[in-house]
């Protein structure tokens, strides 16, 4: 056997070494010590050490201060979020989407959850129909101006609706911006009621967004597909968006899994 043959197989042992342990302290709901993961995996104790402190480098597991438990770290928590992006922009929705940018003339978008964030997953756009210059996948920002954020804010509890603003702030962007509690939640009222949410003007001047929500076979909210145009063609518009979009939206959540 070669060197190189000897350190790849040396490799491919330290990776699936520190996949066991991240599924041992995944599996521990108050984290494991090096002497616990080291004795369950039959390593030795340095084994043990150098991966944990490699996995510990990367983030993927972490010590509460003045703890000696290994917890999983921000980047499996990142992992997880990129997976429930991935299981919902699939190529069959991808091409959901853009049959509504090409029927309503308009860039279409899908936003997901991203744990307690809202983020962009994809979006359908053209040259002729362009995005809105600020968004782009991952964009999770000033979710209490946009439609799609209104329409999954609206499938939240008032309890976690003022978890979300706490955290995030609700910002003035424009003049015609909600930026008052109450009046926020008098508007998720209403996107509960109707299961459709309009904006206009509210993120961007002379601009205007409406979202329908995407469900999971189990009926739960799991994402939402809007459409932009124009704030002065909403008007014209306004009856066939919402059918395009309701119907966007219905299409993809018969393409979602779980």
Same mark, same amino acid.
């Given at each position: ?18 996949l066991r342990i991240l599924e041992l302290v995944g599996a521990a709901p108050t984290g494991l010590t090096a002497a616990e993961i080291a004795e369950r995996l039959g390593l030795g104790q340095s084994t043990a050490y150098r991966l944990l402190a490699t996995l510990q480098h990367e983030d993927y597991l972490t010590r509460q201060p003045g703890e000696h438990r290994y917890i999983l770290g921000r980047s499996v928590d990142q992992l997880g979020r990129a997976l429930q992006v991935q299981l919902v922009a699939t190529d069959p929705v991808?091409?959901?989407?853009? *049959? ?5 003339? #308009?860039?279409?978008? $899908?936003?997901?959850?991203?744990? %307690? =964030?809202? &983020? !962009? +997953? ?17 964009? *999770? ?5 946009? #439609?799609?954020?209104? $329409?999954?804010?609206?499938?939240? %509890? =008032?309890? &976690? !609706? +003022? ?96």
């Amino acid at each position: 056997m070669s060197a190189v043959e000897r350190r790849s197989g040396a490799g491919i042992q330290s990776a699936e070494r520190a996949l066991r342990i991240l599924e041992l302290v995944g599996a521990a709901p108050t984290g494991l010590t090096a002497a616990e993961i080291a004795e369950r995996l039959g390593l030795g104790q340095s084994t043990a050490y150098r991966l944990l402190a490699t996995l510990q480098h990367e983030d993927y597991l972490t010590r509460q201060p003045g703890e000696h438990r290994y917890i999983l770290g921000r980047s499996v928590d990142q992992l997880g979020r990129a997976l429930q992006v991935q299981l919902v922009a699939t190529d069959p929705v991808r091409a959901v989407l853009r *049959a509504l940018h090409d029927t309503a003339h #308009a860039p279409a978008y $899908l936003t997901v959850f991203r744990g %307690d =964030d809202i &983020a !962009v +997953a994809h979006i359908a756009d053209s040259p002729e129909h362009p995005r809105i210059g600020q968004l782009h996948v991952g964009f *999770a920002e000033a979710s209490h101006t946009t #439609a799609f954020g209104k $329409l999954m804010l609206a499938s939240r %509890d =008032d309890a &976690a !609706v +003022a978890r979300f603003l706490e955290k995030r702030g609700a910002a003035r962007l424009t003049a015609a911006s909600v930026t008052d509690v109450a009046t926020l939640r008098e508007q998720l009222d209403e996107v509960r009621a109707q299961q459709l949410a309009v904006e206009v003007e509210e993120y961007l001047p002379k601009l205007a967004c409406i979202a329908a929500p995407v469900r999971s076979p189990a009926g739960r909210v799991v994402g939402a597909v809007s459409v932009s145009v124009s704030a002065k063609d909403l008007p014209s518009r306004a009856w066939e968006l919402e059918r395009a979009v309701r119907r966007g939206a219905w299409q993809v959540s018969a393409r979602v899994a779980g």
